[in-house]
């Protein structure tokens, strides 16, 4: 980032470097508060996003699977009533947002909270404790898109409508919400290979194409895989139809509910789909973001799919 342009002024107008991610000032202050008292416990799950990568359909399955006990039902289910970032909370955004310290004694085992901090970024004992993370990532392509259209739909900027190009050409410096976007993938990419039994590595585009394969698998990684009676009821359907883009989009909940930071429940469902980057990217635009996500990724194995 030393070779960003200098005329360049919203780099530091809107959101703020720190330890090598851009945040808002309000994130900020989560991010720090976080890593000064966060004490991750052994049973404790972290899922971890990119912004705009499906935080929202990933905290829900997390949610339908490790409560499945003592919410069998899901036609009367928490996730029917409250939006999904209302059951999982985010550590620096919400319970740690503008420096507070939260009273967690309310939450029980297994906790579940989400985070967009990279992976240099988590308070030590994340680290350092048997807690698990699951990492959801999305090809850059969408998840540019998603993340404009977010920009634009809150006004996340307080800048009217952010045009296309500007937001693309901050995205390709790097200058996004938890951006660098390629550096915070990698980051949770590599330790996933170096502690696979810690990390779980999932991809947006992998779930919507086997989204069975998929679940099942997210969870045999959080230690309660489907047993027999279970898969004859057909639960990994009901859980997947629960969570499914159309059936929590067309909740009333979702529609019409706010989040208590403000942002309306309808900003986190758009389209649902892969590909939508077609819509709206330019040909210069793909070879750029393109030649970046290879130069990015040379080397570690990792690849994206986009359609
Ligand atoms: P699009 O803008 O491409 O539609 P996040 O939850 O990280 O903020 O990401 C939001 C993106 O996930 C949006 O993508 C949104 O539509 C999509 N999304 C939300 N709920 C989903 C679900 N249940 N299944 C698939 N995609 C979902």
Redesign the pocket.
């Known amino acids: 980032l030393s070779s960003l342009p200098r005329e360049k002024g919203w780099v530091t107008s809107h959101l703020f470097q720190y330890q090598g991610f851009w945040h808002t000032s309000r994130h900020l202050k989560g991010v720090v508060a976080c890593q000064q008292h966060f004490q991750a416990h052994d049973t404790d799950i972290l899922l971890v996003?990119t912004?705009?990568?499906?935080?929202?359909?990933l905290k829900?399955m997390a949610f339908a699977l490790l409560k499945r006990v003592r919410f069998p039902d899901t036609r009367h289910h928490p996730l029917l009533t409250n939006n999904p970032h209302e059951l999982v909370p985010f550590l620096e955004i919400k319970l740690y947002a503008e420096s507070k310290v939260p009273d967690l004694t309310s939450f029980t085992a297994p906790r579940l909270f989400s985070t967009h901090l990279p992976f240099t970024s988590l308070p030590e004992s994340v680290n350092t404790s048997g807690c698990k993370l699951v990492y959801l990532c999305r090809n850059p392509r969408?998840t540019f898109?998603?993340f404009w259209?977010?920009t634009n739909k809150l006004r996340l900027e307080n800048m009217g409508t952010n045009p296309l190009e500007e937001v693309f050409d901050k995205f390709c410096w790097g200058v996004s919400l938890s951006g660098p976007f390629w550096d915070h993938v990698l980051g949770y990419w590599k330790e996933s290979l170096e502690k696979p039994e810690k990390i779980l590595f999932l991809k947006?585009e992998e779930m919507?194409a086997q989204p069975h394969v998929q679940l099942r698998r997210l969870a045999e990684f959080l230690g309660c895989p489907f047993c027999p009676e279970e898969e004859t009821r057909c639960v990994v359907d009901e859980i997947l139809q629960l969570?499914?883009?159309e059936n929590?989009?067309n909740l009333e909940v979702n529609k019409n509910g706010k989040l208590s930071s403000g942002e309306e429940h309808s900003a986190?469902?758009?389209?649902?789909?892969v590909g939508?980057w077609v819509n709206y990217l330019t040909a210069e635009m793909l070879d750029r973001l393109d030649h970046i996500t290879e130069e990015k990724l040379h080397g570690s194995g990792l690849k994206f799919e986009v359609s």
């Open positions: 996003t912004p705009k990568s499906g935080t929202t359909w829900a969408d898109v998603s259209q977010f947006y919507k969570c499914s883009f929590l989009s986190f469902f758009r389209r649902g789909e939508d």
